[in-house]
């Protein structure tokens, strides 16, 4: 069985990364994982009874500070609630140490009390990894106060380990705070629904809702599943699904999606889907499954961070090597060394850079745009061709009759409408639809229906053959021709609503330098005429499924490409599949489709598009802001360091507050929105 646990107190990826790897080896564990941003523990295993006290012993011994929530208790490794008394007692004694004259026992007994204070945990943690076979950063802290002390530079020493302790503080508030905003961001889950029966109102966990129940959702209160209001009329606020921003107006009648919340007024709900596959479940796992798939640039972090403590000290070793050669004097060597370790660690890269990833994929999913994981965030901020299915994407999809067309004369228009309305009834297709409901009458039936993907209905009705479908001629609007006997006796002319949105999209990729191109199955002239009003740069007409597939192939065997797939229905899940990142329209489409794609739209907003790639665009940069600027400091401050132009306490500053500021700006990524533009004039 897999199991997930809430894990708290971690403040550390690469420590993180050193217990998930320890709690792997243990007998009982099949599988184990830990993410460090969400502060989840999933561990597969056969019995939980067994395993789970061994997770939490080994916890207890790596990570004094984590907490594990099992058993609807939390059981501590180690209460931590003294550590700030332990570390304000350390400061102050410290500052006693070093400003009063003393005794040099009494000197070193003060000094000894308030290194333990001030790293106490530090001390204990790089013991016991040291004696199972790891080293991290909390050793070469470790060393680094033993280093100054033994070297006669005992305030360096005292302020190393106080600096570095609070550093660790200010890194920990600031990540919890990180933490805390992108989880508001993302959590849509309703705390409780209140299903009525006659008078009686009950109020339940969500996942007790059936279909079919009857709940009502009041004022600030969120809508525990999907349904349709049966009475009374409200405001919703749905900016936490789709990211827009005005409110919804419901009344009798209207589909509603869970994890709305209810502005005003009072409804009742008929549940027409259970929590666990509602629309709100749907993002919230779709938000879930995207920490697992990482960026090519986490990744490289993550492989080096595991080797990078062993390469600093080595590296430290040369520095001490070096300056001795050149000084011939041991301690100013040593010193010099222990500054290399200080200013080395790695956290400002293992932190930041996931933190910048995780922020700005909440802040998509804040604004209606679900990115799968930071691998497909990296994609789509460098998408330069993206390919569009036309119904139902940059077009409703809701086709309305244009004319109705007799090609014989003793046919009137009305029964060419009626005949096609016979045949169509058995297709889902929009323009069926569209046709069948322009009929508007009681339908017979017909015979032999044989429904021909992509081009029509061949039927028979009173003892004559007929076939309704496309034609496929070059004429701005789609056209349907019914033919009886092979011999064709009208046509109809449907014409297809351009979204509102479709423009203000297409202009902003246009100008952002990205190749729009339109693929359908529609006749040439319908595929230009849309193209030209909606501003797209190429149309391909005339296009089955596999045509589309085919095409995809043929964009990206240019290497240069790196190519998007637009689409909302299950004959576009190859495509979307295929094309470097795949968009599906809508959280409430077909499964396969949402299951096909990387990202998911939680509306059918196509300008969600480009405010999603100005989104992706801004995380990467924040992410090489930080890596860069992390880099150029610490080999500032080991160079100037190595010279013996800085000392130790320039060196931890500068570690800890490269670390803090790099979380800071990686908040940024959370809180970034895109200008608004103004709207583009099209032909229409």
């Not at 009857?214 to 600030?220: F, L, Y």
């Not at 919340?261 to 479940?281: C, F, P, Q, R």
């Not at 001795?324 to 100013?332: E, H, L, Q, S």
């Not at 596999?546 to 192939?553: G, H, L, V």
Request: net charge positive.
């Amino acid at each position: 069985m897999t199991k997930k646990y809430k894990i708290k107190g971690l403040d550390c990826p690469v420590c993180t990364k050193n217990l998930e790897k320890k709690i792997n080896e243990l007998d009982c564990v099949k599988q184990a994982s830990i993410d460090f941003l969400k502060g989840v523990l999933t561990i597969e295993c056969e019995d939980e009874e067994v395993t789970m006290p061994k997770v939490i012993n080994l916890a207890s011994i790596l990570e004094p500070d984590v907490v594990i929530e099992y058993k609807k208790h939390n059981i501590r490794s180690k209460k931590f609630s003294l550590d700030l008394l332990f570390l304000v007692l350390g400061l102050a004694l410290s500052v006693v140490t070093l400003t009063i004259k003393m005794p040099a026992a009494l000197y070193w007994i003060s000094f000894i009390i308030s290194a333990l204070l001030l790293g106490y945990k530090t001390y204990y943690k790089a013991l016991v990894l040291l004696f199972k076979g790891t080293i991290n950063e909390n050793f070469l802290v470790t060393l680094s106060v033993i280093g100054a002390a033994a070297v006669g530079e005992s305030m360096d020493a005292l302020m190393v380990i106080a600096l570095y302790s609070v550093g660790k503080l200010l890194e920990s508030i600031a990540l919890n705070k990180s933490k805390k905003s992108i989880e508001e961001l993302t959590n849509l889950k309703p705390d409780y629904a209140v299903i009525i029966n006659g008078e009686e109102e009950t109020k339940v966990d969500p996942s007790s809702v059936k279909i079919g129940d009857i709940i009502v959702v009041r004022p600030g209160e969120k809508i525990a599943v999907d349904g349709v209001v049966t009475n009374g009329e409200a405001s919703l606020d749905t900016q936490s699904l789709t990211g827009e921003s005005l409110p919804t107006n419901v009344s009798a009648g209207s589909e509603v999606l869970s994890g709305a919340i209810v502005i005003d007024g009072v409804l009742y709900i008929k549940a027409t889907t259970l929590a666990s596959t509602s629309t709100a479940a749907k993002i919230m796992e779709l938000i879930e499954q995207a920490s697992d798939k990482k960026s090519k640039t986490e990744t490289v972090i993550s492989k080096i961070s595991k080797w990078y403590t062993l390469g600093v000290i080595i590296l430290a070793v040369a520095v001490w090597g070096i300056v001795f050669a050149v000084t011939k004097n041991f301690n100013t060597a040593l010193y010099r060394g222990l500054i290399f370790l200080v200013v080395s660690c790695p956290c400002a890269f293992a932190i930041s850079v996931p933190l910048a990833y995780f922020s700005g994929l909440g802040n998509a999913s804040k604004k209606g745009i679900l990115i799968k994981g930071s691998n497909y965030l990296d994609a789509l901020a460098k998408l330069n061709v993206i390919a569009f299915d036309k119904t139902g994407t940059i077009t409703t999809g809701e086709f309305e009759i244009v004319e109705v067309k007799s090609l014989d004369k003793n046919i009137k228009e009305k029964d060419v409408l009626f005949l096609s309305a016979i045949g169509e009834q058995y297709s889902l297709h929009p323009l069926a639809k569209a046709i069948v409901n322009g009929c508007g009458k009681k339908l017979p039936k017909a015979t032999n229906v044989k429904e021909v993907a992509g081009k029509g209905v061949h039927f028979e009705y009173k003892n004559a053959k007929y076939f309704v479908g496309r034609h496929n001629k070059n004429a701005s609007n789609t056209l349907v021709e019914l033919t009886k006997n092979d011999e064709s006796i009208g046509e109809i002319v449907l014409s297809d609503k351009i979204k509102e949105q479709s423009r203000l999209a297409i202009d902003k990729l246009n100008r952002m330098g990205i190749q729009t191109i339109m693929l359908t199955g529609d006749n040439e002239g319908v595929a230009n005429a849309v193209a030209e009003k909606v501003g797209i740069s190429q149309a391909k007409a005339k296009l089955l499924p596999s045509d589309k597939f085919e095409y995809i192939q043929s964009l990206k065997s240019n290497k240069n490409n790196v190519v998007g797939y637009v689409g909302d229905g299950i004959n576009d899940a190859p495509s979307l599949t295929l094309s470097d990142v795949g968009i599906s329209m809508g959280i409430r489409g077909s499964s396969a489709t949402i299951e096909a794609s990387d990202v998911v739209l939680a509306t059918d907003n196509l300008d969600k598009i480009p405010e999603g790639i100005l989104v992706s665009k801004f995380t990467r940069k924040i992410v090489w802001q930080n890596i860069l600027f992390a880099a150029i400091v610490k080999i500032t401050f080991l160079t100037l360091g190595a010279l013996g132009i800085t000392g130790m306490l320039a060196a931890v500053i500068a570690d800890v507050g490269v670390t803090v500021l790099a979380i800071l700006n990686s908040l940024r990524s959370l809180h970034y929105s895109p200008k608004k533009t103004k709207k583009p004039h099209h032909k229409q």
